[in-house]
């Protein structure tokens, strides 16, 4: 199965700041990566992912992130942070091969923005 | 617009009962999921299934079961519920490992 690692579980940004969260993962094959975003009392939605093709992807809402596959790496960046942005971020992986349906999450990051 | 539904935002239930947790998607999606979210553990897999009739162990299936009678629907059982069920449980569904997987709201269910 794969580990995922988010590094933080909390981020304070003041708005108008870099917003990057870190995400590393396991794997042996080539994953599929992705950023799923929770606002309070709602379900996951789909930030970004990233399956072929160009390592940097980009999503709503301005964000994106960059797969390094020899760091085993999917870290999500935002250039300018919105009071918007306070959620929780999780990172999720699956391998690319075989018939594995399963996704792997991080514990996730609170992001919390200053005013 | 896509959509996951989920019988209940909010259930309390108490000690030894059985609890059903229902799970509607409208996207004719193949696969479908539960999971468990629990502060500072991100989203664990309980169950999952790839056709109607068919289903797969996740990570932490112990106490649970569930139900996939119709493409659309997946239930999640709770044979006799005990107090660390207590949790948030999100349901999702999707078309294949390479696919977003798309969540319902969630049920916070609480057992006292």
Not at chain 2, 11 to 18: A, C, F, I
Not at chain 2, 26 to 36: A, I, K, L, Q, T
Request: charged share 20%.
């Amino acid at each position: 199965a794969q580990s995922v690692t988010q590094l933080g579980s909390h981020v304070s940004v003041s708005e108008g700041a870099l917003v990057l969260l870190r995400c590393n993962y396991s794997s042996s094959v080539p994953p599929y990566l992705f950023w799923y975003v929770q606002y309070p009392n709602q379900g996951l939605q789909l930030l970004l992912k990233y399956t072929t093709g160009a390592t940097l992807v980009k999503g709503i809402n301005g964000f994106e992130a960059e797969f390094k596959k020899s760091e085993t790496s999917f870290h999500l960046t935002k250039p300018s942070a919105h009071m918007s942005d306070a959620a929780e971020y999780f990172c999720a992986v699956s391998d690319a091969l075989g018939d594995d349906y399963k996704l792997s999450f991080g514990a996730g990051t609170t992001v919390t923005v200053r005013a | 617009d896509v959509k996951v539904t989920q019988s209940s935002r909010y259930l309390v239930k108490r000690t030894g009962e059985k609890v059903f947790l229902e799970c509607v998607q409208d996207m004719d999606h193949e696969n479908m999921f539960w999971y468990r979210q629990d502060p500072g553990l991100g989203l664990r897999l309980i169950y999952f299934s790839y056709d109607v009739k068919m289903k797969e162990k996740g990570d932490i299936p112990e106490g649970y079961s569930v139900s996939r009678e119709k493409k659309e629907r997946f239930s999640l059982i709770l044979e006799s519920a005990s107090t660390n069920q207590t949790s948030m449980y999100l349901c999702a569904s999707n078309l294949g490992p390479s696919y977003e997987q798309y969540f319902g709201p969630g049920t916070r269910l609480t057992v006292t």
